[in-house]
């Protein structure tokens, strides 16, 4: 099941950062600090979410 998390985490944290960081610079939030803390936001939620969609799929596999 790791390496079906790797995988999908692989995908789903530039996702979710790219997503983030969207919204800081629709939010007129251009300085560096805000782009580094969406990023790592980014990155962070897709922690869980990876877990969650790996599990789901191991389990109706």
């Given at each position: 099941?790791?390496?079906?998390?790797?995988?999908?985490?692989?995908?789903?944290?530039?996702?979710?950062?790219?997503?983030?960081?969207?919204?800081?610079?629709t939010?007129?939030?251009?300085?560096?600090?805000?782009?580094?803390?969406?990023?790592?936001?980014?990155?962070?939620?897709?922690?869980?979410?990876?877990?969650?969609?790996?599990?789901?799929?191991?389990?109706?596999?």
């Open positions: 099941m790791f390496r079906l998390f790797g995988i999908i985490y692989a995908l789903a944290g530039p996702t979710l950062a790219g997503i983030i960081i969207t919204a800081a610079l939010m007129n939030k251009f300085d560096t600090m805000s782009m580094i803390y969406s990023a790592a936001a980014g990155f962070l939620v897709a922690i869980p979410v990876a877990w969650i969609v790996a599990k789901q799929i191991n389990e109706n596999a």
